[in-house]
């Protein structure tokens, strides 16, 4: 099998920053990556997707009125000619009924995608033309995952195996942000395509956070890719991409990133403001449960695909003390219900030694009013950060439906995490699903926390802002526990404002009643979310490509809070 080459990236002489480009004839060939027979992979399989395999779909042909123009190179008559018909943007998939909610979501995920060299590499982040276009131009790692499973239970793997490498190319290049040179296994936030007319060539140049808003590097980015990467493996069956010299040695350059040995004493994950979803500072440094969420899910994914090799012995060995620590830190300090909220506002505090309760040395007068009443009796959820005389009570609504899917949660917990979700209904989902954290910090505390982020006001983006991206993490979270009827109520609050909309990338307000300010219109994970949503509710088969079954190895708590 051909390898793929190293290149140097050029750079700035002016700042000695690197300009991450990718010339076309430097390119690899997609074309030539070989399909290999599967091998044996034990991966975990959701007991649900047992009753029929995931590639039992059946397709319906149907074409498109009035597609928007293709998001494609000005000069190209190509780009969609490498698609086949029953496969392109004529086709939308039977499981959604045809519906024009349906036609007009696969019609505008279509033209979101971006091509190179004349195949689709993955999709831009929104088709908002009246909209300056920022870096809403460029394909975002993060963004792309829901895009990607869409199609891949469209059984269009070739657009997400395309993705993947390139992606994987683009993480070997050498990134400097200011004459600081930023770890190997450092995967780009985004990627946009540059098209010389006169050269008649393309070029790609990647984002690792020297251009982002705060100069932060996504710490998500490497996670979601390794994720990917095995809903691409459990879909087809086709290991030979997971098993390539190049996939395997990504997966070893991001684990040497996050398992290295410090001075740190909690095997959680430190991490700077804006470096997931929530991408501006929002008060989410130190340990945010939605990067330590998809730590563990992306750990528990990598056992599945690194090879029994030498070098991958080594970090199956270190995965495996790591995820046992994790999860036992996760359940213990970062979980709350009732129970333990009674029992955080009796701490005592000063506590030494290693019989110390307030283990972290939280003052009980840290508590925001608002959590009292927010607690319900039974339910529970785990909070957005733990740290030294720090606890943030605030709900995220990814890093939870995150602990579901991979099970960190356990079964107990998953349970009263969506009974929380149900009993606090109108604040979480409210008129458009679904809050992306919630409450909303306001007044001094939005000032000092956000620095007086205009984007970030009350009710407003990521300060509880509601996205509905978020609805086929919620919808996939109620497969697993067992309460579709939940998704299916959320789906329909979703439907009847998605398409009025114009597919918002956020809306305001305390119960999602607006489209937000600073919104941009047709944003793609918001179409990939519905649609993603949609195809787990007609066949809750597929959810085994984001789901994990719950190790029988990682002993659950011993202790049971009343909420269970």
């Given at each position: 099998m051909p390898g793929i080459p190293m290149e140097t990236p050029k750079r700035n002489k002016q700042d000695g920053s690197s300009l991450s480009t990718l010339d076309e004839d430097e390119e690899f060939d997609f074309a030539n990556l070989p399909i290999r027979q599967p091998r044996s992979l034990n991966i975990e399989r959701q007991r649900s997707c047992d009753d029929k395999s995931l590639c039992e779909m059946n397709h319906l042909?149907?074409?498109?009125?009035?597609?928007?123009?293709?998001?494609?190179?000005?000069?190209?008559?190509?780009?969609?000619?490498?698609?086949?018909?029953?496969?392109?943007?004529?086709?939308?998939?039977?499981?959604?009924?045809?519906?024009?909610?349906?036609?007009?979501?696969?019609?505008?995920?279509?033209?979101?995608?971006?091509?190179?060299?004349?195949?689709p590499v993955g999709t831009i982040a929104a088709l908002d033309h009246s909209e300056e276009a920022l870096n809403y131009n460029q394909v975002f790692?993060?963004?792309?995952?829901?895009?990607?499973?869409?199609?891949?239970?469209?059984?269009?793997?070739?657009?997400?195996?395309?993705?993947?490498?390139?992606?994987?190319?683009?993480?070997?290049?050498?990134?400097?942000?200011?004459?600081?040179?930023l770890g190997e296994g450092v995967m780009p936030a985004s990627f946009k395509v540059l098209h010389d007319a006169t050269r008649d060539s393309e070029t790609l140049i990647a984002d690792f956070g020297e251009s982002a808003i705060g100069r932060v590097a996504p710490v998500d980015?490497?996670?979601?890719?390794?994720?990917?990467?095995?809903?691409?493996?459990?879909?087809?069956?086709?290991?030979?991409?997971?098993?390539?010299?190049?996939?395997?040695?990504?997966?070893?350059?991001?684990?040497?990133?996050?398992?290295?040995?410090?001075?740190?004493?909690?095997?959680?994950?430190?991490?700077?403001?804006?470096?997931?979803?929530?991408?501006?500072?929002?008060?989410?440094?130190?340990?945010?449960?939605?990067?330590?969420?998809?730590?563990?899910?992306?750990?528990?994914?990598?056992?599945?695909?690194?090879?029994?090799?030498?070098?991958?012995?080594?970090?199956v060995e270190r995965i495996v003390k790591r995820l046992h620590a994790l999860s036992y830190h996760m359940r213990s300090y970062f979980w709350l219900d009732f129970q333990q909220l009674n029992d955080i506002y009796r701490y005592k505090t000063e506590e030494y030694?290693?019989?110390?309760?307030?283990?972290?040395?939280?003052?009980?007068?840290?508590?925001?009013?608002?959590?009292?009443d927010f607690m319900p009796t039974r339910g529970g959820y785990?909070?957005?950060?733990?740290?030294?005389?720090?606890?943030?009570?605030?709900?995220?609504?990814?890093?939870?439906?995150?602990?579901?899917?991979?099970?960190?949660?356990?079964?107990?917990?998953?349970?009263?995490?969506?009974?929380?979700?149900?009993?606090?209904?109108?604040?979480?989902?409210?008129?458009?699903?679904?809050?992306?954290?919630?409450?909303?910090?306001?007044?001094?505390?939005?000032?000092?926390v956000t620095g007086c982020d205009p984007k970030n006001t009350r009710w407003s983006y990521h300060n509880?802002?509601?996205?509905?991206?978020?609805?086929?993490?919620?919808?996939?979270?109620?497969i697993k526990t067992g309460r579709p009827q939940a998704a299916k109520r959320a789906v329909e609050l979703a439907e009847a404002r998605l398409l009025r909309d114009s597919w918002p990338e956020y809306c305001d307000g305390k119960l999602g009643r607006y489209i937000g300010k600073q919104s941009r219109k047709f944003q793609t994970w918001s179409i990939a979310g519905y649609l993603v949503a949609?195809?787990?509710?007609?066949?809750?088969?597929?959810?085994?490509?984001?789901?994990?079954?719950?190790?029988?190895?990682?002993?659950?708590?011993?202790?049971?809070?009343?909420?269970?």
């Open positions: 042909t149907i074409n498109i009125l009035s597609p928007r123009p293709s998001f494609k190179n000005p000069d190209s008559t190509k780009a969609t000619d490498h698609l086949d018909t029953t496969r392109s943007g004529l086709g939308t998939p039977h499981s959604l009924n045809s519906s024009d909610l349906s036609i007009e979501a696969w019609d505008a995920l279509r033209q979101s995608l971006v091509y190179f060299r004349g195949l790692v993060r963004d792309f995952f829901p895009s990607a499973l869409a199609f891949l239970m469209h059984k269009e793997p070739e657009i997400v195996k395309n993705f993947l490498l390139k992606t994987l190319r683009l993480q070997s290049w050498e990134k400097t942000i200011d004459r600081f040179k980015s490497g996670f979601w890719w390794i994720i990917l990467l095995r809903a691409y493996t459990k879909s087809t069956g086709d290991t030979s991409l997971a098993d390539m010299p190049e996939s395997q040695r990504g997966m070893r350059l991001i684990l040497s990133l996050c398992l290295s040995e410090g001075f740190d004493t909690f095997p959680t994950l430190l991490c700077a403001d804006g470096c997931c979803m929530i991408d501006r500072r929002m008060g989410v440094y130190g340990y945010p449960i939605e990067i330590q969420a998809l730590f563990f899910m992306a750990l528990r994914c990598a056992l599945t695909l690194l090879k029994q090799d030498d070098e991958g012995k080594e970090f030694s290693h019989t110390a309760v307030n283990k972290f040395n939280v003052i009980p007068d840290s508590l925001p009013d608002w959590v009292f785990f909070i957005g950060n733990v740290s030294p005389a720090r606890m943030d009570f605030r709900w995220f609504c990814l890093g939870n439906c995150i602990a579901i899917l991979s099970s960190l949660a356990t079964p107990e917990q998953s349970t009263a995490i969506m009974d929380l979700i149900e009993a606090r209904w109108e604040e979480l989902v409210g008129e458009m699903p679904l809050k992306i954290c919630y409450p909303a910090i306001e007044g001094h505390e939005w000032r000092i509880g802002g509601s996205w509905p991206v978020l609805l086929w993490l919620f919808t996939a979270a109620c949609k195809m787990l509710l007609e066949d809750p088969t597929r959810l085994g490509m984001v789901s994990l079954e719950a190790d029988k190895q990682m002993r659950p708590l011993i202790k049971r809070s009343a909420s269970f």
